[in-house]
């Protein structure tokens, strides 16, 4: 083999390698998420009924019936997708993203997969929650570290996260007996929900037509790096609920850091679609 064409059989061998890599979050996304698939199928199937949501406190019930959950099938897991811009501080610009998440109900399972790109470069991301311990990754082009979280503060910081999803994006597993309800006023929330030992608090504002206004919790931590950790205020004020899939969600969503000198809006996120129980990855 003369050298130009080893050169350039070389030069192809790491091209074909950079794109391997590079795709190592999305096959660990997808690994994990076949995994809770497989094991949430053999979970027997269970409708949800008047008696299922009867100790709820007025304000749940009411945003229940009006997402449309009585009769249906209780979740065991979802899919999701979502368009819309994040930003990673206050002087940067907004960039879009997109966003593919599985989530498992019964051993808690959150994998959020990101694609966006910055100055034109791509940059992927990894959320990954399970068995009460959270990982963030994000790397260029999928292949430079940039981001990469993990420890206590982490944890919990996702746990509220999770317990955030359920609220927002499937409403039905709001029965789940790891929530504990606090009624404030008539269209107030105090829940406390606790998995695997840590337990975190959000307050639940809804409005007169039974919608889930706003989420607002003092347990999480901005953690731009995943380096340092500070507690801060989050807040994710949805709205534009429309029909998905046969229940009524909001489609529409933002995720606020309330700094006390001022708040921080880091995502805007549009809704798509919302599967539950879903059989195949999609």
Not at 102 to 117: E, H, M, P, V, W
Not at 141 to 147: D, S, T
Not at 240 to 255: E, P, Q, R, V, W
């Amino acid at each position: 083999m003369n050298t130009k064409l080893m050169m350039a059989v070389l030069v192809v061998a790491g091209i074909l390698l950079s794109i391997y890599y590079s795709q190592h979050l999305y096959r660990e996304y997808k690994s994990e998420a076949l995994k809770g698939l497989e094991r949430t199928a053999i979970l027997e199937d269970e409708v949800i009924t008047r008696e299922d949501i009867a100790h709820l406190p007025p304000p749940v019930q009411k945003y229940l019936r009006y997402v449309g959950v009585v009769g249906r099938e209780k979740v065991k897991s979802f899919t999701v997708s979502i368009d819309g811009s994040m930003k990673t501080d206050r002087k940067r610009d907004w960039a879009h993203v997109k966003v593919q998440q599985y989530s498992f109900a019964d051993r808690i399972t959150r994998l959020f997969y990101l694609n966006l790109k910055m100055f034109g470069v791509p940059v992927i991301g990894l959320h990954s929650y399970t068995d009460a311990n959270a990982t963030m990754l994000v790397k260029i082009a999928g292949l430079i570290p940039v981001v990469d979280g993990r420890g206590k503060e982490m944890n919990q910081g996702e746990t509220v996260t999770v317990f955030n999803d359920m609220c927002i994006m499937a409403p039905a597993t709001l029965i789940d007996e790891r929530i504990e309800w606090e009624p404030i006023d008539s269209l107030t929330v105090k829940a406390a929900f606790n998995n695997e030992g840590i337990r975190i608090s959000a307050v639940l504002y809804f409005n007169e037509e039974g919608q889930l206004i706003n989420f607002v919790s003092d347990d999480r931590f901005y953690s731009p790096t995943g380096k340092t950790y500070e507690k801060v205020r989050w807040s994710t004020p949805v709205s534009d609920y429309k029909n998905i899939n046969g229940f009524n969600l909001a489609t529409y969503g933002k995720a606020v850091w309330n700094f006390p000198d001022e708040d921080f809006c880091y995502a805007r996120f549009n809704i798509k679609d919302i599967r539950y129980n879903p059989g195949t990855f999609q």
